[in-house]
Every structure is written in structure tokens, then in C-alpha cells.
């Protein structure tokens, strides 16, 4: 009754779940090459322009190979928001990793990591909505050109990764590091730490307080590099990943 009561006009919990952030670095100058629209049923596309493409997956994300309450628990709690980033971001992400690093492609991978730390979730209007688009799209179409050859990159197989995170502990700082509410995992980088939702923890009996014990705010980046780029690869990637998540969800 309490949670129906803080919940305004909506029965049980509020709308708005945890947020996963993948962000696929894809072997591809072409976002639609990955074909993630085929990975599940897309809740919401938020861009999908030249070699970046963002959709919101809330149901049918979770690998059909994870036991079946695990997999309804996942989304239950947790939203799959996937980032398709191609060449251009990649060029741009190792060149901003050196030393000294270029001004321009520094400020271009920043801005845009920065931008998708913000998540539209339930309630936000249609117009806040088009105008995130529009900056989106205005970064790309700014996006500053790089020559680097990324053959090597592609080539180093799965020691490209330390490649990668040495760029991104530079643009992120805290990025894989412990964090407050994961337990021992580590995901990537945590936008918004993890609470376990539970209305005893509200302060009092007022509604807003029973609203922020209860309510879901967690979001994260986790990074992944796809030579071959197809939603078969997000989804191996998944298999491996998400049983941090169902302990971090149900251990506490």
C-alpha cells in the first residue's frame, strides 16, 4: 500500500529501472552494419545516424542461455541501452589516449561520453527528447577527422582491449574501479551507483520519502570491442557479463 501510495498514478514500483549502457566499438564506418534492431524488440531508438546508433532495449535483451528467473529479474530491474560506435569514434578515442593528446579529438570523445551519461527515461517529454537527438547529431556531424590506420588495432586481438581502457581511464576517471553498491564487481564505469530499493529504508512516512527509498537510479557503462560487428557479439558479450548483475541485483 505504501509503494501504491508514493507511486501516484501508477500501481507498484515506479517506472524507471537501472540502466545498462553498452557501448559497442564496432569494426564498421556504418552504426546499421551491426544490426542491433534484430538483437530484441527496441523499446526506443534515441539516434541512429552515420556510425552511431543508441537504442533502448526493456524486455527479450537478457541471453536465452541464463536461467529463466535470473533473466526476469534482470529486467524487471535493469534497462539494456546499446551504443553503436564506429570508426570514426574509435579513431578518435585512440588518438585522444595519447600523449600529448590532441585537443580536438579529446574534446569531441569527451563531450559525447558525457552526453550519453544522461539517460531519457520514463516521463521525459517528446520535445527534451528530439533536442537530445539534435545534439547528438550535431557532435557527429562536428566530429573532427583522423587518419589512423586501425588495421593494428583490429588485428591485436584480445590485447586490443588494454589499448582501448588505457584511452578510456584518461577520458573517465574512476573507470574500472570498485564502487559503492556492486559489491566485488566492477562494472566498467558507474555513471550512478546501485541501492537495493526497499521501503523500509525511507527516513520517514512521507510519500517523497518512501519515493526515494524505493526508487532505481544505478546506470553504467560497460565497453565492448566487436571485430566481427553483429548482434551476435553483444550478445556473447552479455552470456559473460550480466551474471555480475543478477548478483549485485538479488545478493543484497
Not at 500501481?11 to 537501472?18: E, H, S, V, W
Not at 563531450?111 to 531519457?120: D, I, R, S, V, Y
Not at 588485428?155 to 574500472?176: F, I, V
Request: contains cysteine.
Amino acid at each position: 500500500m505504501a509503494v501504491d501510495k508514493a507511486s501516484r498514478n501508477r500501481t507498484g514500483r515506479p517506472a524507471k529501472r537501472n540502466v545498462i549502457t553498452l557501448l559497442a566499438l564496432a569494426n564498421s564506418d556504418r552504426a546499421a552494419d551491426v544490426g542491433v534492431q534484430g538483437f530484441a524488440d527496441v523499446k526506443r531508438t534515441e539516434i541512429d545516424h552515420d556510425w552511431m546508433s543508441v537504442h533502448l532495449f526493456e524486455e527479450g535483451w537478457t541471453p536465452s542461455e541464463m536461467d529463466s528467473r535470473e533473466r526476469t529479474l534482470l529486467e524487471s530491474e535493469w534497462v539494456l541501452r546499446v551504443v553503436t560506435l564506429g570508426s570514426p569514434f574509435i579513431r578518435s578515442l585512440l588518438d585522444a589516449g595519447e600523449d600529448p593528446r590532441p585537443a580536438d579529438h579529446w574534446d569531441a570523445v569527451s563531450g559525447l561520453l558525457t552526453a550519453l551519461k544522461t539517460f531519457q527515461g520514463p516521463g521525459t517529454k517528446a520535445p527534451a527528447r528530439a533536442q537530445y537527438r539534435l545534439d547528438l547529431e550535431a557532435k557527429l556531424e562536428a566530429w573532427p577527422h583522423s587518419i589512423r590506420d586501425l588495421t593494428p588495432f583490429w588485428g591485436a586481438g584480445q590485447p586490443r582491449a588494454a589499448t582501448y581502457e588505457a584511452a578510456l581511464k584518461k577520458l573517465l576517471p574512476g573507470y574500472d574501479t570498485k564502487a559503492d553498491g556492486f559489491l566485488g564487481v566492477r562494472p566498467d564505469f558507474v555513471v550512478s551507483p546501485f541501492k537495493p530499493c526497499s521501503v523500509t529504508a525511507a527516513v520517514n512516512d512521507t510519500n517523497e520519502a518512501i519515493r526515494r527509498a524505493i526508487r532505481r537510479e544505478a546506470h553504467v557503462f560497460e565497453f565492448t570491442a566487436l571485430a566481427q560487428p553483429t548482434a551476435a557479439g553483444i550478445r556473447t558479450y552479455l552470456r559473460d557479463k550480466l551474471p555480475n548483475y543478477v548478483q549485485v541485483t538479488q545478493e543484497q
